[in-house]
């Protein structure tokens, strides 16, 4: 029970789950979460970039910096 | 009543219940508390986001990573 | 003596007062100073934002990320 | 001698005499220096916030959280 | 298994490889991932700067200060 | 030998010296150098402000905090 | 071989050599590597400061705070 109010559990019940990552400088990208750490360092896979709504790149594996996320959303 | 004098316990009360987070960027997230840590990473459930007074988003569950906050208040 | 000389000390001396913090996106709050810690995080009970002096917001409790903070001061 | 090889001792020696401060934001901090830690952290008596060269507020004793501040110089 | 659920193992995995490595201001340098640390401080070879989709510069090895970085992607 | 080779060797050597410290807000800062720490917190004597090449103040006695400086090099 | 893959080596191995240093407000500085800490603070001898293309400034040796780089190349 406890560990279930930690806020990393949130993102380890969405690991292998299509997740929405929104970064500082206002793009989004949508991808399977594989991996993350404690400085909120994030790995997808299958990744694609959305700025607007619109797709406007397709990433494959992306390493995103912690520092540069403002939230991480389940799909 | 030492411990209620920490800026965590006031977090802690509002934990299961309705806040508003405000971000660097201006938006707000309103949802139901479920957990947040030292860094005040929080994840909330049942979550929308406000721009300017007006719903523009539901998001479910959304971890927000606490260097883009700037303060959290019970609903 | 010497506990006098630490900046905390000011801020333990405006406990249970009105306080008005300023933050680094130019937002005021004024409120009943209820708790803070070594990050400057802070709460306040009975809180109110002021932008350009005018109350534009009645908050209640609120927790300010301590990075956020740029002063402190006793109303 | 060694000691006062170090930027602290000269915050150390301008303690309670006026000092300047200077914030990222371009405001300055006229008062008494009564306290500051390792983060420089800094409390001042008898403050008042100067923009441009005038007077702008009287704020009595003020606490400036120190990743706020670019300089402290004795009046 | 496990060390597979850790960012740095992507990065591991790219070594030796062709990324793209996109910074906070904007640029993005395309080259042979050599190092990395936990810092996400890089090292490519053969790295190309390409702003707006255009090569603007080649510079051979780059070390890559980790703060600026917003995202490493295998090509 | 060896010791020469860490960058706060450099600092060490122009200890006694002017120096001049460039900020990043663009100002620069002639003076004196009296003492640093591993923050790169600065303290200056008979320090003179400049921007664009101009003096602007004339301020005695200086403490720069760290984080603020973009630069550091012998007159 | 292992050490071959650290970051920090690509720097070592740059040692007494001609690089280019760009900072976070888009300005390069050209000169002798003299030395860098883990926090990639660099001293530089007969260094120069580069604007668009153009030498802007002769500055002799310099110290340039790490997190203020965003990539060291060796020329």
Redesign the interface.
């Known amino acids: 029970m406890e560990s279930?109010?930690?806020?990393?559990?949130?993102?380890n019940r969405a690991?292998g789950h299509r997740v929405m990552v929104e970064?500082?400088?206002g793009k989004q990208?949508i991808g399977t979460l594989?991996?993350?750490?404690i400085h909120?360092?994030?790995?997808m896979d299958d990744?694609e970039e959305r700025i607007d709504g619109s797709t406007t790149r397709r990433?494959?594996?992306?390493?995103?910096?912690?520092?540069?996320?403002?939230?991480?959303?389940?799909e």
Do not use: Y
């Open positions: 279930e109010n930690r806020p990393l559990d949130a993102l690991r970064l500082k400088n990208f594989k991996a993350f750490d909120i360092n994030t790995v990744a990433l494959g594996t992306v390493f995103l910096r912690g520092d540069t996320i403002i939230l991480i959303s389940p």
